[in-house]
């Protein structure tokens, strides 16, 4: 005797609900995977053997795209996050680097030139071009440095530093690759 006005506004209900169901499932998806990668980013420095200068670096990079993806421009957040990803294999990289060359000055002094200040030079010069976002430079003179040090290495015959080196950097790269592969 009331009339349907009930069950239509439960059907109207019903509808409304479905839209909006629907339409947070086609935006919020892809924020909620971009998120992911961002923690997953966020895990990956956090248990990179990196200075804190260097993790506070990456760190406000992330924020960055956090802050993207909150914004909802998820058409830039794949291209943001690798550029980190491959700036944090460059730090881990130049880390292992610093590292073997402290060592390879420590073991072998008289193997070693007397242009060290060059060396840690470029070092710096390598992490402030990661700073500045030139990641092309920093690849470069990361090249020269181990170049050099390659060099370094076969004055010396054979340094084991050298092939510690090598071995570590190449452990890196199949950590990275293992971090990197979707799970």
Same mark, same amino acid.
């Given at each position: 005797?009331?009339?349907?006005?009930?069950?239509?506004?439960?059907?109207?209900?019903?509808?409304? /609900?479905?839209? /909006?169901? *629907?339409?947070?499932? $086609?935006?919020? +998806?892809?924020?909620?995977?971009? /998120? $992911?990668? !961002?923690?997953?980013?966020?895990? #990956?420095?956090? !248990?990179?053997?990196? +200075? @804190?200068? #260097?993790?506070?670096?990456?760190?406000?990079?992330?924020? &960055?795209?956090?802050? /993207?993806?909150?914004? &909802?421009?998820?058409?830039v957040v794949p291209v943001q996050v690798q550029t980190i990803r491959d700036r944090l294999e460059t730090l881990v990289k130049l880390q292992a680097l610093e590292d073997r060359f402290n060592e390879?000055?420590?073991?072998?002094?008289? =193997?070693?030139?007397? =242009? $060290? #200040?060059?060396? !840690?030079?470029?070092?710096?010069?390598? %992490?402030?071009?990661?700073?500045?976002?030139?990641?092309? @430079?920093?690849? *470069?003179?990361?090249? +020269?440095?181990?170049? =050099?040090? @390659? *060099?370094?290495?076969?004055?010396?015959?054979?340094?084991?530093?050298? &092939?510690?080196?090598? %071995?570590?950097? $190449? &452990?890196?790269?199949?950590?990275? =690759? %293992?971090?990197?592969?979707?799970?």
């Amino acid at each position: 005797r009331s009339g349907p006005l009930f069950p239509l506004i439960v059907l109207l209900f019903g509808v409304v /609900l479905g839209r /909006l169901f *629907k339409y947070m499932q $086609e935006r919020g +998806e892809p924020q909620a995977k971009a /998120l $992911e990668e !961002v923690y997953r980013l966020q895990a #990956d420095i956090a !248990v990179a053997k990196l +200075e @804190d200068r #260097d993790k506070q670096l990456l760190a406000g990079m992330v924020t &960055e795209v956090r802050t /993207l993806v909150v914004r &909802e421009r998820l058409d830039v957040v794949p291209v943001q996050v690798q550029t980190i990803r491959d700036r944090l294999e460059t730090l881990v990289k130049l880390q292992a680097l610093e590292d073997r060359f402290n060592e390879q000055a420590q073991n072998t002094p008289t =193997d070693f030139p007397a =242009d $060290e #200040d060059e060396y !840690v030079r470029k070092i710096k010069q390598a %992490r402030l071009r990661i700073a500045e976002g030139k990641d092309a @430079d920093a690849k *470069k003179v990361l090249e +020269e440095i181990s170049s =050099d040090l @390659d *060099k370094i290495g076969t004055r010396g015959a054979g340094n084991s530093s050298i &092939e510690a080196y090598k %071995r570590s950097v $190449e &452990e890196i790269a199949v950590a990275n =690759d %293992r971090i990197n592969q979707p799970t």
